[in-house]
C-alpha cells in the first residue's frame, strides 16, 4: 500500500509528535507498505511565534497538492493541523478522498496559553479540521471522551506501546544529587504546566528533563532546579 503521511512536525525537532511518527514510519515500512512523509524539510520555512523550534512551510499549499498528485497514494494521514496539514486536508476534500486525521496536541489549551483565544473557538477550529476525516486517532480513553463531549465525532483509539528493551528499571546513582529526586520529563512548554511542578515546596532535588521554549526562563527563575535538557536513547531511559 502507498501511503502519503502528511506532517507539520518533523525531524530535527525533538518532541512526541515526532518521536511517534517515526516509530510509526519504521513499523509501516517494516511490514511492506511504502510510507511517503510530506514535511518541512521540503519547503521554505519560517520559525513558530512563541515556539522558534518549530518551523512552519507557509505558502506551501500548491506543492504539497502536486506531491499528492505525483505520489497518488492509496490512503492519507494528516498528523497535525498546521499549514501543510491543511493543504493536504484541502486537497483530499476538494477530491472526495478519504483521509485519516489525529488528535496529538490540545491546540485549544495550547493557543490560550499563550493568546487570548477562547477555549470555544479554538475547540471549534479544530472540529472543523477534523470532521471530515474518516477516523480522527486519539492517544487514550480519557482523550477519546474529552473530545466527545466538545462535539468531536468518527474518534478511534491508536493506543500506545512502551520500547521494554530500552525502557526498563536500572540503577540511578550516576544522579549524585540530594534525594529524592522528582522528574519531570517532556517538553518544557507553557502549556505543560511544568510552572506548577516548579513551584512545589519538596525535599531534595526537582529534575527535568527535556528542552523547550520556557527552559531559559524557567532556569532563570529556578536555579535551584537542575535541568538536564535533552536525552536521547539509552541515556534517556537511565534518567527516567
Known sequence: M????????????????????????????AAGHEVSVISP???????????????????????????????APDAVHIATEGPLGLAARNWCVRRNRPFTTAYHTQF?????????????????????FHGRAARTLVTTPSMHRHLES????????????????LFRPGSKAFLDLPRPVWLYFGRVAVEKGIGDFLRLDLPGTKLVVGDGPAAAELRRRHPEVVFAGYRHGEDLAAHI
Open 150 to 165: 466538545r462535539g468531536f465525532r468518527n474518534l478511534a483509539l491508536w493506543g500506545r506501546g512502551v520500547d521494554t528493551e
Open 41 to 71: 524539510a521540503e519547503f521554505r520555512t519560517v520559525p513558530c511565534p512563541t515556539y522558534p523550534e518549530i518551523r512552519l512551510s507557509l505558502f506551501a499549499g500548491r506543492a504539497v497538492r502536486r506531491r499528492l498528485e505525483a505520489l
Open 2 to 29: 502507498r501511503l502519503a503521511l502528511v506532517t507539520d512536525a518533523w525531524l530535527p525537532q525533538v518532541n512526541g509528535v515526532v518521536r511517534t511518527l517515526g516509530h510509526t514510519v519504521r513499523e509501516l515500512s
Open 108 to 128: 485549544p489549551e495550547y493557543l490560550r496559553a499563550r493568546l487570548p483565544i477562547p477555549l470555544a473557538l479554538g475547540y471549534a477550529a479544530v472540529r472543523w
